[in-house]
């Protein structure tokens, strides 16, 4: 459909030609997060990526280690032990904590093998010693990164870890967050809103509620006929891209936080 795309198009029809049989089948680019990401690293840059210098790039890097933060079922742990799998993001996982003690997510972080730990807010006598606890665990598990993967707990973030604790909002802040904006009732506030357009943001954290640097942002539309259900799975399928996203800009060293403003470096 695009001008631009034409001579691409009739080129790579010249070669399928050229063989005695062929198909043609159509994968949307959500259902190719590999395709998404280098078409939104072309967007971005405006101008061509070369995907195999950024390959070697990211296999010359030794694997980021990751601490996630979880309080649910664990479905943005899993997208990123995928991510991880196919090869499209160069981590790996050393530990993983829980707020709570029964929820799906430990058994799925526990089958997969990644050591985890549980740490209760109600276990402990306030939230200094909740969040002396967590630095703890973290250090000894010499995480690069903190990721917060439906997190639900506020904590103090400590010095050493500034700018390196990240967080996923099923919405586009600074709009729908703040305490008690968590997963549905996020949807429901913009569906109550009539908003035309959602999404997600990856940002860094402080210690207030979805309020530190914004990283990185997806977009998606609102149907008409939408329900929160249908909603959060049309934003997760924007969260499942601007996640590894956002940590790979991390681990390239590309983030650069001034006056509470994030700057994406060029490469």
């Known amino acids: 459909k695009s001008p631009k795309l034409r001579p691409l198009y009739e080129e790579a029809m010249e070669l399928f030609n050229s063989f005695i049989e062929h198909s043609v089948n159509h994968v949307r680019r959500e259902q190719n997060k590999g395709a998404d990401y280098l078409v939104n690293q072309a967007l971005d840059r405006g101008k061509d990526v070369v995907p195999s210098s950024s390959a070697k790039s990211r296999a010359a890097t030794r694997p980021i280690r990751l601490g996630v933060l979880i309080s649910g079922g664990g479905t943005t742990m899993v997208n990123l032990l995928d991510e991880i799998k196919q090869g499209r993001l160069n981590a790996e996982i050393p530990l993983v904590i829980s707020s709570r003690s029964k929820v799906s997510g430990v058994d799925k972080a526990r089958n997969a093998g990644l050591p ?152």
């Not at 209760?120 to 630095?135: A, P, V």
């Not at 429901?188 to 035309?196: D, I, P, Y």
């Open 116 to 267: 985890t730990v549980i740490i209760r807010k109600k276990d402990c006598d306030d939230i200094d010693q909740f969040s002396e606890k967590i630095r703890q665990e973290l250090k000894k598990a010499h995480v690069d990164l903190v990721v917060q993967a439906g997190w639900l707990c506020l904590w103090k973030i400590p010095d050493e870890l500034a700018n390196k604790v990240m967080n996923i909002h099923p919405a586009l802040l600074p709009s729908f967050g703040g305490k008690g904006m968590f997963g549905r009732h996020v949807h429901e506030a913009v569906l109550k809103r009539g908003c035309k357009v959602s999404g997600c943001t990856v940002h860094f954290v402080n210690n207030e509620y979805d309020s530190g640097p914004i990283i990185v942002q997806r977009c998606c539309d609102v149907a008409e006929d939408d329900t929160a259900d249908s909603l959060a799975g049309r934003v997760f399928q924007q969260e499942c891209i601007a996640y590894p996203e956002a940590i790979r800009l991390f681990q390239q060293g590309r983030l650069a936080v001034k006056d509470g403003v994030v700057k994406i470096k060029s490469q």
